[in-house]
């Protein structure tokens, strides 16, 4: 699985857009980009996953860069519900294909 | 949406026992889940992967006879700890897949948190 680059850590102030990068440049033409998060002492929830179009959703929005080399996660009203961990994962498009975690970006959001 | 449920969300043991650690996909079937752990203030490590009617998938490290993956059914798969340690206490998450769709996203169960005395 090509390797993600993330920050460690961001703050964001609630009801502010968050914006969290991701590097991805070695992502393969087959690969997806999907965004989780874990909150404390639960299992990971997923968010949304894309190609290479821009994708929207209930909980964010994706933007991936034409080259694909990086992507932008955008929580565009943080609350303070989604202070957690957020994994930028890349993986190819197989049922069978696990997926590889690296150690994400502590997003807290802050009143 | 797809639901995986994880039981029990949480166990303690005492050193020496074995524990059985289920993960159910409620409302699809799942040929393949995947079983992973972390440890506090870490990234998940995935551990194996479990193979509706075949043997488990380990990654490298993980002992196969110390973590034993029974993926008898569609919807069931057990992850048990023999002769757990307190070096093996974790929380234990299991994930899986709608089949026939690629590129859908792993769902996740909630997670077993492990201690073990």
């Known amino acids: 699985d090509a390797k993600t680059t993330q920050p460690p850590s961001m703050d964001c102030a609630e009801g502010r857009a968050a914006n969290l990068p991701c590097n991805h440049s070695?992502?393969?033409?087959?690969?997806?980009v999907y965004w989780y998060r874990q909150i404390h002492s639960q299992g990971p929830q997923y968010i949304i996953h894309?190609?290479?179009n821009n994708e929207t959703n209930e909980m964010a929005s994706l933007i991936i860069t034409e080259d694909r080399k990086s992507s932008t996660l955008i929580l565009p009203h943080a609350t303070l519900r989604d202070t957690a961990v957020y994994y930028c994962?890349?993986?190819?498009?197989?049922?069978?294909?696990?997926?590889?975690f690296g150690a994400g970006t502590i997003l807290r959001v802050k009143s | 949406g797809a639901v995986v449920s994880q039981h029990p969300s949480r166990v303690i043991c005492k050193s020496g026992t074995s524990v059985k650690i289920e993960c159910r996909s409620l409302?699809?079937?799942?040929?393949?889940m995947f079983w992973y752990r972390q440890f506090p203030k870490k990234s998940l490590m995935l551990m194996a992967t479990?193979?509706?009617?075949?043997?488990?998938?380990?990654e490298q490290g993980v002992e196969k006879d110390k973590f034993l993956i029974n993926h008898a059914s569609l919807t069931l798969s057990t992850l048990t700890v023999t002769s757990a340690h307190p070096e093996d206490s974790s929380f234990y998450i299991c994930?899986?897949?709608?089949?026939?769709?690629?590129?859908?996203?792993?769902?996740f169960g909630n997670g077993t948190r492990l201690t073990v005395t």
């Open positions: 479990s193979n509706e009617g075949s043997k488990a998938t380990y």
């Open positions: 070695t992502i393969s033409g087959n690969e997806y």
């Open positions: 994962i890349v993986r190819p498009d197989s049922y069978g294909n696990k997926l590889v």
């Open positions: 894309g190609l290479k």
């Open positions: 994930s899986a897949r709608v089949p026939l769709q690629g590129n859908s996203p792993l769902h």
């Open positions: 409302d699809f079937q799942a040929t393949t």
